[in-house]
């Protein structure tokens, strides 16, 4: 299954996007887990991590190959990576059924990376860690669907919020909105997604988050789904 073309245009760009991260799913049951909460995702998100580059151990592409059996909505692979295997991952990953594949700014070959996505005919986007500054995303505006800023350090679960994080994605609002000539980047916050943290997250400019156990362990997903597309700018 796969989501039509133009999905990404096709995204609502009046509301948040409830973006769900399968690092929250219950792996030994995933496609039940996908299939209970399909309805309710606009994204999926996928946190690819390598052991070096972040410290977690986190999905591979047959894993990638099965969720994209399970949905045809559009799969967010967020390669946390070294350089040296960042380019393999990239074709692995494509080849399992990525729609979209972020690399991170701090990675030295994120050019070349971006590169490649494009050549197998996907939407790329870019990643920038919490001690990153915005303005290292700059050269990547044109060329990517998606800017997302951690909120959190990279590849720790569980973590609150950084006090430096609205101000980053108010920064990066006005960095897309100057470099993006035109196209539509998506703004995205990763990271100390609580229901505290939300409505302010959105109001600094986030207009997708990614959400882990907010979305996999409510207690009722539709009604914290409605609020989620409830919340715009001014939320």
């Known amino acids: 299954m796969k989501p039509p073309s133009g999905w990404l245009d096709a995204l ?11 690092w929250s799913a219950d792996l030994a049951r995933l496609a039940d887990d996908i299939a209970r ?4 995702v606009d994204i999926y998100h996928i946190d690819v991590a390598d052991g070096h580059f972040s410290p977690a151990l986190l999905y591979f592409p047959d894993l990638t190959a099965v969720v994209r059996k399970a949905t045809a909505k559009p799969l967010h692979v967020h390669l946390m990576t070294a350089d040296a295997i960042l380019l393999d991952q990239i074709t692995q990953f494509a080849e399992a059924g990525a729609d979209l594949i972020s690399i991170h700014a701090e990675n030295a070959n994120a050019d070349a990376g971006l590169e490649l996505i494009a050549k197998f005919g996907l939407s790329a986007g870019i990643v920038l860690q919490l001690h ?3 303005t290292a995303a700059a050269q990547f505006v044109d060329r990517i669907a998606m800017l997302t800023l951690l909120g959190t350090r990279i590849g720790i ?3 609150g919020l950084d006090e430096s994080a609205l101000s980053r994605l108010q920064e990066a609002r006005a960095l897309i909105a100057a470099r993006a000539n035109g196209h539509r980047v998506i703004l995205a916050a990763d990271g100390g997604i609580r229901e505290h943290t939300v409505p302010d997250l959105c109001r600094a400019g986030a ?6 156990s907010l979305a996999f362990g409510a207690p009722d997903l539709a009604d914290r789904i409605g609020w989620v597309r409830g919340l715009a700018d001014g939320a």
Do not use: C, N, W, Y
């Open 157 to 159: 679960k569980g973590q």
């Open 132 to 134: 990153t500054p915005v």
């Open 207 to 212: 207009q997708t988050i990614v959400m882990g």
């Open 12 to 22: 609502p760009d009046h509301r948040l996007l409830a973006e769900f991260s399968l």
């Open 37 to 40: 909460v399909d309805d309710f």
